[in-house]
Nanobody
Framework: QVQLVESGGGSVQAGGSLRLSCAASGRAFSSYAMGWFRQAPEKEREFIAA????????IYADSVKGRFTISSDIAKNMVYLQMNNLKPEDTAVYLC??????????????????WGQGTQVTVSS
C-alpha cells in the first residue's frame, strides 16, 4: 500500500517562501515519477512540477517556473517542493502524487496512481 503524506504548508506573505515535503512509503519508488499539483476552491487540479524519483529531468508549469523547485531525497524517501517569491494566486491545497513511470503525460492528473491528502498554502498580499 503506497502512502504519500504532505507537510510544510502554512500562511505566508507575498514574496515569502515555503518548503513542502512529501513522505513516501509502501514500496520501492526508484522507477517512479513524482509530481506536485495544486487545487484552489472551485478550480481544477493544476499541475505544478514533476521529476523522476531518481534522475535530473524536471517539468514545471509556466506559472511557477523560476520560483518553485522540485527535488527528492532517495535515502529518506522524501520529495520536496521549494516555493520562493510566493504570490497570492499560489494559494491552494498542494498535493503530492506518484506515477509508476516517467511518461510525457505527467502534467495530467489521471496519469498518477497515488495521491497524498494535501497541505494548505495561503499567501496574503
Amino acid at each position: 500500500q503506497v502512502q504519500l503524506v504532505e507537510s510544510g504548508g502554512g500562511s505566508v506573505q507575498a514574496g515569502g517562501s515555503l518548503r513542502l515535503s512529501c513522505a513516501a512509503s509502501g514500496r520501492a519508488f526508484s522507477s517512479y515519477a513524482m509530481g506536485w499539483f495544486r487545487q484552489a476552491p472551485e478550480k481544477e487540479r493544476e499541475f505544478i512540477a514533476a521529476a523522476p524519483w531518481s534522475g535530473s529531468r524536471t517539468i514545471y508549469a509556466d506559472s511557477v517556473k523560476g520560483r518553485f523547485t522540485i527535488s527528492s531525497d532517495i535515502a529518506k524517501n522524501m520529495v520536496y517542493l521549494q516555493m520562493n517569491n510566493l504570490k497570492p494566486e499560489d494559494t491552494a491545497v498542494y498535493l503530492c502524487a506518484a506515477a509508476t513511470a516517467w511518461t510525457p503525460m505527467l502534467v495530467t492528473p489521471r496519469t498518477y496512481n497515488y495521491w497524498g491528502q494535501g497541505t494548505q498554502v495561503t499567501v496574503s498580499s
